[in-house]
Nanobody, 118 residues
């Protein structure tokens, strides 16, 4: 099993910044490396969507709506992934979830609320 602990959500004004952090732990990680780490989000009444992904090799991918504003980074040694969110918009309001893939299994964090409001 893999446990994911997210932090960094909160309330911010439009144009502000937040940084989300996700730390993965579990005995299985000593055997199988994390292949991809990602952030997803789900706004009220909407489906969960991918925000940003990073592979163990450092390749990144972003949703078009966050390109140029969000930056994903990872630390393979610490099994952590960060999401730096700048120039936040009202429509970025959502619950943000960390997602990792280990040995072809998908694990999700509990989610952290990000609210962008004036």
């Amino acid at each position: 099993q893999v446990q994911l602990v997210e932090s960094g959500g909160g309330l911010v004004q439009p144009g502000g910044s937040l940084r989300l952090s996700c730390a993965a732990s579990g005995n299985i990680l000593s055997i199988y490396p994390i292949r991809t780490m990602a952030w997803y989000r789900q706004a009220p009444g909407k489906q969960r969507e991918s925000v940003a992904t990073i592979t163990s090799g450092g390749d990144t991918n972003y949703a078009d709506v966050v390109k140029g504003r969000f930056t994903i980074s990872g630390d393979n040694a610490k099994n952590t992934v960060l999401l730096q969110m700048n120039s936040l918009l009202l429509e970025d309001t959502a619950v943000y979830y960390c997602r990792v893939v280990v040995s072809n299994r998908v694990y999700w964090g509990q989610g952290t609320q990000v609210t962008v409001s004036s």
